[in-house]
């Protein structure tokens, strides 16, 4: 799947495997490969308020009102910082989804080279999960961050 | 929380809450997991009060472990 990915894209793809394995989680999702590319990826995102630490927050927000909807506290909870994970970590179902959808983006262009833009565009085109979610409960309007990609 | 009173989620956040479950359980059964150890319990006894196989937690928390076995 990554003999098309440049140089950027493969670094942000490895990146969130790092922002992933830092957070304890058990696979790599797409909200890592946003972590990432909010990581000096596309200026689109910067442009749009979203840096490295305001996308944590928007994130950490999206699962404590998550939580909240079913009657839970997740701060009830005094859990230490989650360790990072040990060994190697699978790709999750949304960010197949995403790198897939990013594959599509670049085999529309002339040269077919999937650069850090089209993983950007394939996470943000996501009909639900928790991306979408958390860029709504933000404020983040999705599909202009799109056009402005 | 009054659920008593309270209208259900909807299903698309009901369904965002159990994959927010899913990740806050693995949390507390990470951290429970570490102090169950510490205080001495052995595999065996960990899995049972999961309700999982002592193959299944040791496979999934052993190399979380600083002691390993």
Redesign the interface.
Known sequence: MFERFTRDARAIVGQAENEARGA???SIEAEHLLLALARGGPPALAAAGLDHEALLAALEA??AA??G????D?HA?A??A??PT??RLRFGSSARAALERAVRAATRQRDGRLEARHVLLGVLAAD???VP?TLELAGVDRDRLRAAV | MDTATSTPPSPADALAAVAALRRLADRVEDDAVARALAEGWTWSQIAEAIGVTRQAVHKKHARRQPKGD
């Open positions: 304890g989680a058990r999206e699962e998550s939580l909807a079913v009657g839970i997740a909870f859990l230490p989650p360790a040990v060994g639900g999960g928790k979610r």
